[in-house]
Structures are given as C-alpha cells and as structure tokens.
C-alpha cells in the first residue's frame, strides 16, 4: 500500500466512525471521537503473522455498529446518565492477538477509552455495548 493508499484508507476509516456516532453527536454535540492511529501502526504486526496493510482493509467493517453499541448502552438511564458526561472517546486496537473480550473500555475523567479486538472476527453494536458498559 503506498502512502497515499493509506492516508486514503485511514481517512476513510475515521469517517466510518464519524458516521457511526451521527445520531450521538446530534444529542452530544461536544462527543470527540477519535482512532488511535499510533497504537493501530505500532502493533507487533510480525508478532501477529499479519500484514498491516492487509488488516487495515478490515477495520472499516467493525465501527458500522459503534453507533448502535452506544445507543443500545444508552437505554439503560444509569449508563445514559454517565456517557453524557464522556466529552472524549478513544479507540484504540488491542495489543495482543487474541485478548480475553472483544472490547474493554476505561474512563479517567471525561475520556473514555475503548480497546477492541481489530484482529479477529467482526465487532458487532453488543460488543461495542459490553466494551463501554466494562468503563463502568
């Protein structure tokens, strides 16, 4: 992939994820989201027997269901209650193959943290739920 074909792809990426959240940003107009590029380039890509280019193609596929986690999250009044105050969420991919979930999600202030599985299966809206529910 050459340099241009990865700006392209991440970029592409990063409105998947904006997308994903419109209905929340629409309520929450302050909501940053954002990938944590640097983690996702740093893997142990050999470690893992991957390509980074071959993988990048796959991440789009797991933030169409973002959106929805955080909206299933949210019929829940407590939970509702909580995220509102969340001004920051950041994503990153997971630092080893095969972690114990699918997503796990950390709160330190107003940022929320979600680590999530980029390297096997689909993320579905209950995995992406479970992961911001854990922060809890």
Known sequence: ???MEEKKTK???DEAITESINDIQAK??????????DAYDNLDWAGFGKDK??????????????????????KDADYKE??????????KPAAESSPSSKAVGSLSG??????????????GADDWEKGLKSAY
Do not use: Q
């Not at 929450?28 to 954002?34: E, P």
């Not at 990048?56 to 955080?70: A, M, P, V």
């Not at 909580?82 to 994503?91: A, F, G, K």
């Open 28 to 37: 929450h107009a302050d909501l940053k989201i954002t990938f944590d590029w």
């Open 110 to 123: 107003d940022k929320l943290t979600i680590v999530f599985h980029s390297l096997g299966g689909t993320m």
């Open 82 to 91: 909580e995220l509102v105050t969340v001004t920051e969420i950041i994503i």
């Open 11 to 13: 970029r592409a990426i």
């Open 53 to 74: 280019n071959d993988e990048i193609k796959y991440l789009r596929g797991h933030f169409s269901s973002l959106g929805n986690g955080f909206n299933f999250a949210c």
């Open 1 to 3: 992939m050459t340099p």
